[in-house]
């Protein structure tokens, strides 16, 4: 583990420096993680690779908040040469930042992150609940059909010349099925 660290009087260019000496540390390709963070056994051609972590630490809130403003901005990196978003993590107590990183304080993000989790479940269970109420209303509607097949049967067999009213009925009982059909799955239904 590498330790840093740059000092000097004010307008000397340090905040430049540890931003220029961060990005490119961040820009790099990411390393291969040490034996002991490695979850999985590894085989002689598969390396545990992570991402690099840097911490940057100052004697004021104000310093810590303009490194972190700067960083925000992103970072070069060095495979493509182009900007790329840095993720970072501000700590301390947040009535001491600057109104621009509190979005990246510790407990923002962590409510950001359960707030994301929990929509996700929301609409997950959404989905649940409208394909159980499909199957439901599909499942009615086949006994519905099989209920209108067996009455149509009944019919015919009973009466060799249809009854004009009953036939009316039937079909204005099927059109009402297939119509209801189409509406809840997209689908034609012939009857």
């Not at 085989?43 to 972590?53: H, I, V």
């Amino acid at each position: 583990m590498d330790v840093w660290m740059l000092q000097g009087p004010p307008g000397t260019g340090k905040t430049s420096t540890i931003v220029a000496l961060a990005s490119a540390l961040l820009g790099l390709p990411p390393q291969e993680a040490p034996a002991a963070c490695s979850k999985a056994p590894k085989g002689p051609k598969e390396a545990s690779l992570s991402p690099r972590r840097i911490l940057v630490c100052a004697q004021s809130n104000a310093a810590v908040d303009e490194l972190t403003l700067r960083l925000s901005k992103g970072v070069l990196d060095r495979d493509t040469g182009t900007e790329r978003e840095a993720r970072l993590v501000r700590v301390g107590v947040m009535m001491s930042m600057d109104a621009g990183v509190k979005a990246l304080h510790i407990d923002a993000l962590c409510e950001q992150r359960l707030k994301t989790d929990k929509d996700l479940l929301q609409t997950q269970g959404a989905a649940e609940a409208a394909r159980k109420q499909f199957r439901e209303l599909k499942e009615e509607m086949k006994q519905v059909h099989d209920r209108l097949a067996l009455v149509r049967d009944r019919s015919r067999s009973r009466t060799a010349t249809p009854d004009p009213a009953a036939t009316a009925s039937g079909a204005a009982w099927t059109h009402m099925l297939a119509n209801l059909y189409q509406t809840s799955t997209g689908l034609s239904w012939a009857a």
